[in-house]
Structure formats: C-alpha cells, structure tokens
Nanobody, 123 residues
Framework: QGQLVESGGGLVQAGDSLRLSCAAS????????MGWFRQTPGKEREFVAA????????YYADSVRFRFAISRDNTKNTVYLQMNALKPEDTAVYYC????????????????WGQGTQVTVSS
C-alpha cells in the first residue's frame, strides 16, 4: 500500500538522455496527479515536473522546461520522466510522488514517495 518504485537512473554524459519510470499499485495510482522531485546533498527536495490524472495538464520547473517531459500510462500505473539534453546540474536523486494537496509545486501536497533513483551527469 502506497508503494512507488522508481527506476531508470544511472550515470550519463552531458547532453545524453534518460527516461525514469515510477510504478505504483492501482490503489496508489488511480485517480491521482503525480509528480517528480529531485534532491542533492545539503539541499531541499525541489519540484521538477507534475502531471494530472488524465495527462492533459503538465507542469515543469523552469530549470527543466523544454528539456524534460512528464507522461503517464494509466493502464500500467506508471509515470515517466523523459530527460533530454542532461546537464551536470541535473545530477540528483529523483523521486516520484503522489499528489493529494492543492499546490502542484509544494512538497507538502504529496503524500506517498518512492525511494528515489540516482541520476549522475558527468561533464
């Protein structure tokens, strides 16, 4: 119950692409908006992208807009984060989370979190 499992992280070079996946149980996933956050040591977890249940509304942090794309497959209970043109400053642990609150951008609006997947971008 409430389990989110991220995958797809790794070590890449600047300019490369990665696709992160976040799989959930039907009970956790169905009907909910989802989001991706990231965190580096010593910093607060920051918003990256979010998507509503139907996939019609998406939101991005300015730092990743036009490079990252969030999507979801509701038949597979999975949300994705396609990351293109990666930069060293994208290096972080990436987390997916389920949103139950009103603010798309605030960590406090998200209740269930995955364990995170490490993304490292070398220059």
């Amino acid at each position: 119950q409430g389990q989110l499992v991220e995958s797809g992280g790794g070590l890449v070079q600047a300019g490369d692409s990665l696709r992160l996946s976040c799989a959930a149980s039907t009970r956790t996933f169905r009907g909910y908006a989802m989001g991706w956050f990231r965190q580096t040591p010593g910093k607060e977890r920051e918003f990256v992208a979010a998507i509503n249940w139907s996939g019609t509304d998406v939101y991005y942090a300015d730092s990743v807009r036009f490079r990252f794309a969030i999507s979801r497959d509701n038949t597979k209970n999975t949300v994705y984060l396609q990351m293109n043109a990666l930069k060293p400053e994208d290096t972080a642990v990436y987390y997916c989370a389920r949103r139950t609150g009103s603010s798309v951008y605030s960590r406090t609006s998200y209740d269930y979190w995955g364990q995170g997947t490490q993304v490292t971008v070398s220059s």
